[in-house]
């Protein structure tokens, strides 16, 4: 803990411009390179703590020049115009910049920056309202509890298993959480050191629990709040890290590159899953709004592309899908379209899709969200009167699904980030027929335990399901993997049905995606690999 403080003390800058903020614009400058560094990515100790260190071991990611502090000798050269630089974002490569036009001029003429986004921030009253991130049910009786939101996922048969998040570091970021460190739903948590670290990247400071809104209490207790006989949270053996990003008196792009700053922090700390329940369209400032059409694609927002790296670092990135289902904007939000993460989407108790649910696909055709979980009538522990109330949202799904990856995580600590939502994927009920309403439906824990056991089993293969279905896949062993797999599949008559190479990127491979139109019967399948050849007996 002592390291994280110093580290964040070392690359966490705030600036002293006196600037008259109606005067003011903020934007991101990108620098050109990362020259002038002192650090090394053959030394990733200096700025990646031990956690962050084995997660990438464990995930097979490499250290890159993305995992580099942004160059402090640049970021001296900006400040030295009369810029105020808020913190620099290293998988970016450039900083947040508040300064005049003049001032900004002059930054951008700096040999060394890039370019300089237009004003991320407009320089106006904050709007009147706001898009909420949920909305809230009528209360119903304290009898009733989280018990069914967390049953739907089977979490109270991995709660019987002893899982419930330990050893896992879950990063939130919110609006804030108003009066966590003082409620009793999360006294477990901070009597038992279980709060790492919080930061308010809105006001620059660390008063995450006195500013703000109180959406992200509301997350967090769904997550990890615990009531005696009320209320329990199925991560409430996680770590946390909390962060506020979001600023409840504007909507601007800013907010995304908070998200990006947060990101970066979780990452360096060691954080295993990110949950996110933000997702950003339309700004106060119009001509920054995204096109449905054409920018839900992982790349084009600030925060898609900060989700993206994320997962690229070995980080499960848990987000919520949005909430605009039935309105003109019906699709997901930046940034549930990022690639290689869980984007969760809500249904009700009856397993229904909830019609405030976003849908996919993303804009470049993948399917999106990725699962469900109840979204409606979810149970929380209220910041305002620290009782159970209930509500409903995309933003109230997510954190289930970051609590079922913490006990997956708990369980198996040996999955890689892609092993582990391959598992929850599969696991879910409409594996089989995913849509862009549903994804691939509701996970469960059992049926992901089962999979999870199967990933980490290096001497069995396997062939599944099998019976077989839409989707057809084989488990190899770890030494096929990387080496082309050549599979023929046969009648009981020796008759060749179809044949196929596929790559091996994991120990799992999707053979095929044509099995609604075999005929029924049995079949014989032959896998052949780096050497090495199978043959299963098939059904369908």
């Known amino acids: 803990m002592e390291k994280s403080k110093y580290l964040f003390t ?10 008259i903020w109606a005067q003011q614009q903020t934007y991101f400058v990108r620098f050109k390179d990362k020259a002038s560094n002192s650090y090394s990515i053959s030394n990733p100790e200096q700025f990646l703590t031990s956690r962050a260190l084995e997660r990438r071991q464990k995930c097979n990611v490499s250290i890159d020049e993305k ?3 942004v ?5 001296d050269q900006i400040k030295a115009t009369g810029a105020e630089v808020l913190y620099p974002l290293k998988w970016f490569n450039g900083v947040v910049v508040r300064s005049d036009a003049t001032v900004k001029n002059q930054v951008t003429a700096l040999a060394f920056v890039s370019s300089a986004d237009q004003s991320v921030k407009r320089v106006a009253a904050p709007s009147a309202a706001q898009e909420e991130f949920c909305f809230y049910a009528t209360a119903k009786s304290l009898s009733d509890n989280s018990y069914l939101q967390n049953e739907m996922l089977g979490m109270i048969k991995m709660k019987e298993d002893g899982y ?3 050893g896992v570091l879950i990063a939130i970021t ?3 959480f108003l009066h966590a460190d003082t409620m009793t739903a999360f006294q477990h948590l901070f009597s038992n050191d279980k709060i790492i670290d919080a930061w308010d990247l809105v006001d620059l400071d660390k008063t995450v629990y006195s500013q703000g809104g109180g959406h992200g209490t509301h997350v967090f207790s769904i997550l990890a709040g615990h009531l005696v006989n009320q209320f329990s949270g199925p991560g409430i053996g996680a770590d946390f890290v909390l962060f506020r990003t979001e600023d409840t008196g504007s909507e601007s792009p800013l907010e995304e590159l908070n998200w990006v700053r947060a990101a970066e922090m979780a990452d360096s700390l060691g954080s295993d899953i ?3 329940s933000l997702g950003y369209n339309t700004f106060d400032n119009s001509s920054l709004d995204y096109n449905m059409s054409s920018d839900l694609d992982g790349h084009t927002s600030y925060s898609s592309q900060g989700a993206s790296i994320a997962a690229t670092r070995g980080i499960v990135v848990v987000v919520s899908a949005g909430n605009g289902g039935n309105s003109s904007w019906n699709k997901i939000l930046c940034p549930g379209d990022a690639k290689g993460i869980l984007t969760v989407g809500a249904v009700d108790v009856s397993e229904n899709r909830a019609s405030f649910s976003a849908i996919g696909y993303t804009s470049d055709g993948r399917l999106k969200p990725d699962v469900m979980a109840m979204g409606s009538s979810v149970a929380y522990v209220s910041s305002a009167t620290g009782n159970v109330a209930y509500g409903n949202g995309t933003s109230f799904a997510s954190p289930l699904i970051a609590g079922l990856s913490a006990g997956l995580m708990e369980a198996y600590p040996a999955l890689t980030h892609h092993e582990l ?7 879910s009920d409409r594996f089989e027929n ?6 691939y439906g509701i996970p469960n824990y059992e049926r992901a335990s089962d999979y999870a056991r199967l990933l980490l089993d290096e001497e069995n293969e396997g062939v599944f399901p099998n019976p077989i279905g839409s989707n057809v896949y084989v488990k190899i062993k770890k030494n096929q993997v990387g080496h082309p797999l050549h599979w023929e599949l046969y009648t009981v008559k020796g008759e060749l049905v179809d044949e196929g190479e596929k790559a091996t990127e994991s120990s799992v491979v999707n053979l095929f995606s044509t099995g609604e139109s075999l005929k029924q019967g049995l079949y014989c399948l032959k896998i052949s690999c780096n050497g090495h050849f199978s043959i299963y007996k098939v059904i369908k």
């Open 164 to 166: 419930d998040g330990n």
């Open 67 to 69: 995992d580099l502090p």
């Open 274 to 276: 990110i949950q996110v």
């Open 421 to 427: 939502i391959q598992a929850i994927q599969y696991s």
């Open 10 to 19: 070392l690359f966490f800058f705030l600036g002293s411009s006196q600037l």
């Open 434 to 439: 995913p849509n862009p309403n549903y994804g």
């Open 71 to 75: 160059s402090q000798t640049y970021i």
């Open 174 to 176: 919110d609006d804030g």
